[in-house]
């Protein structure tokens, strides 16, 4: 069976500074994809970064971007220049499409000063 | 962009009552999931729906069924709540094209069953 791990279950940050939470997975699959979501007090939960399995280049967008580590089965979320809209928890996830696998990890909550 | 609507944001419910969920996408979407989020556990998996008609178990499927009778609607039915069925469920929906793979989820229902 797939499994997420966060080890992190609280991280906190400076506004501007940057933080980089953790995640690994376990999986026998070669073909998968991997995300992060947001899940700010709102309760939606809005995608983050996204990153292909089979792809090595890293994904970024914008003030995100992840270290994806395949042979390790590693996957952090890197944020820059931290805002305190950036304040939520925060999930790792493991997605086979089409295949109904999910996994999520249990989530680590970041909190950002001002 | 894609729009997962579930009709309720918060719901109370007796215990024993037939309780019914129900998730709208607007996109025409194969795939619909249902989850469920406690605190510490992450997001687990109900149940999902390939096609009309069509449903897969998911982790935790006792104490619940689906019904997806028109390809933009997935309900979740609890045919007998009970108290551990207290949590927050969301739906969402994916599509695949190609390589890219997006995955969407609704606001969450909020359920107490009391």
């Known amino acids: 069976a797939q499994t997420v791990t966060q080890s992190q279950p609280e991280m906190s940050v400076q506004e501007a500074e940057t933080v980089t939470l953790s995640c690994t997975y376990d999986t026998s699959e070669s073909d998968y994809y991997l995300f992060w979501y947001k899940q700010p007090p709102s309760r939606q939960m809005i995608l983050v970064i996204r990153q292909e399995a089979y792809k090595q280049q890293n994904a970024t967008e914008n003030r995100f971007s992840v270290n994806f580590q395949k042979a390790a089965k590693s996957f952090s979320l890197k944020i820059s220049d931290s805002q305190l809209g950036d304040a939520a928890m925060y999930f790792c996830a493991y997605i086979i499409p089409n295949a109904g696998k999910s996994t999520f990890g249990d989530g680590t909550t970041l909190t950002v000063k001002p | 962009d894609v729009k997962v609507t579930q009709s309720s944001r918060y719901l109370v419910k007796r215990t024993g009552e037939k309780v019914f969920l129900e998730c709208v996408q607007d996109?025409?979407?194969?795939?619909m999931f249902w989850y469920r989020q406690d605190p510490g556990l992450g997001l687990r998996l109900i149940y999902f729906?390939?096609?009309?008609?069509?449903?897969e178990k998911g982790d935790i499927p006792e104490g619940y069924s689906v019904s997806r009778e028109k390809k933009e609607r997935f309900s979740l039915i609890l045919e007998s709540a009970s108290t551990n069925q207290t949590s927050m469920y969301l739906c969402a929906s994916s599509w695949w094209d190609r390589k890219r793979y997006g995955y969407t989820f609704g606001s969450g229902t909020r359920l107490t069953v009391v």
């Open positions: 729906s390939y096609d009309v008609k069509m449903k």
């Open positions: 996109m025409d979407h194969e795939n």
